[in-house]
Structure formats: structure tokens, C-alpha cells
């Protein structure tokens, strides 16, 4: 832990591969592991079509972490973010917007 950054995370990427079978298979890799702060931003509630969504969205600080993408993730403690979008304004540190959402069957 540093400081205000109490949260442990990992940031994923994802990685192609041909199987044996020559077909394109899809994992996700470690980037770069972090410490960071976490605020949530907002959250939701929905039911459609018999599926219960629920979404919230967090604000994410670390320290400055170049190459990150939409196309990553953050894995917290085995739960899984979008990220939705990332600044790093002066190279000082790197802000996320990151999202997690659950789908629940209702019937």
C-alpha cells in the first residue's frame, strides 16, 4: 500500500492464439499490476427480458501507467472492470473511469 492507494489491482490485456485445431482462441494476460484508489461514481439497477443488470462505476487513481487501453480490464480481487476511458495528464499519474456490471437471471 502507498499512501492513499490502498486498493491492489491487476490490469489485463487481451491475448490471441491458434489452437491445435487452427482456431483463434482469446485469454487475458497480466499488463501491469497496480496500487490505487477507488470512488465509486455512480450505480444502477435494471430488469429486462427476465435478466437482472446491476452497474456501477468507479473512479480509478494510480500511478502513471503507460500504453493502457479501452481494450483492458482490472481485475479486483477476481472481479473484473471495463475500462471506460483513462487519462494521464502529465504523465503524473493515470485516472480510470471503470465499470462492472452483472447480469442475473430473474426466472
Do not use: K
Not at 5 to 15: G, H, K, N, S
Not at 86 to 98: E, L, V
Amino acid at each position: 500500500m502507498i499512501g492513499t492507494l490502498d486498493t491492489y489491482a491487476v490490469i489485463e490485456q487481451q491475448v490471441y492464439s491458434i489452437n491445435d485445431l487452427n482456431e483463434r482462441e482469446s485469454t487475458w494476460e497480466a499488463f501491469e499490476p497496480i496500487w490505487c484508489s477507488l470512488r465509486q461514481l455512480s450505480g444502477a439497477e435494471g430488469v429486462a427480458n427476465g435478466t437482472r443488470t446491476e452497474t456501477v462505476r468507479y473512479s480509478l487513481r494510480t500511478h502513471y501507467v503507460p500504453g493502457v487501453t479501452s481494450a483492458m480490464r482490472v481485475n479486483i480481487d477476481g472481479t473484473y472492470y471495463n475500462i471506460v476511458s483513462h487519462d494521464s495528464p502529465f504523465r503524473a499519474r493515470t485516472d480510470m473511469t471503470i465499470e462492472y456490471t452483472s447480469h442475473d437471471r430473474t426466472d
